[in-house]
């Protein structure tokens, strides 16, 4: 899958996705969690499992790709809860996801493929919304950002970022 692809794909099935969505789509499928990954990762995670509602977003695939090569995968809370997935076993597998370190210049391209899409009207988040992070960037560099308001009030998003690699060595899918 290319990033354009990725790209597209995230873009019609989260239609309110802005530019800060898709910058934080492209930095997890690059650098994955390890950003994430603290002392209260566990806790975190159980708390928001026992505060999602299950039945919202039923429509939502259990694995979604973060990635062009479909190796780094969201696994949807809801779906994998609702499939009786044991929180334990997630937690073993975000842990040794954040162990992978992405590539600086890898993110870049791929950012840079988003401001193309955008200079040639291939999805509507405005240009300017783009250079506003790209100026962003240059100051601070790629840094982890939040999904913006309007995409978490749509979406309601509740996942964490795994290599999907690692996820079966310690689930069976059965997609």
Request: aromatic content about 8%; glycine content about 4%.
């Amino acid at each position: 899958m290319k990033v354009r692809k990725l790209i597209k794909q995230h873009l019609q099935t989260r239609p309110r996705a802005e530019a800060r969505d898709v910058y934080k789509q492209l930095y997890q499928g690059v650098f994955g969690v390890g950003h994430i990954i603290s002392e209260k990762a566990w806790s975190i995670l159980v708390e928001e499992a026992g505060r999602i509602d299950l039945t919202d977003h039923a429509e939502d695939p259990l694995l979604e790709p973060v990635s062009p090569d479909r190796e780094m995968v969201r696994v949807n809370l809801r779906q994998y809860l609702n499939q009786d997935g044991d929180l334990e076993t997630l937690y073993t597998v975000i842990q040794k996801s954040a162990e992978h370190k992405g590539d600086e210049d890898t993110f870049l391209a791929y950012w840079s493929e988003f401001r193309r899409m955008a200079a040639e009207n291939e999805h509507d988040i405005p240009l300017a919304d783009i250079e506003e992070i790209d100026d962003r960037i240059e100051e601070e560099g790629i840094v982890p950002m939040h999904h913006t308001e309007s995409y978490r009030e749509a979406y309601y998003p509740a996942y964490r970022v795994v290599l999907k690699n690692i996820l079966i060595e310690y689930i069976d899918l059965c997609e």
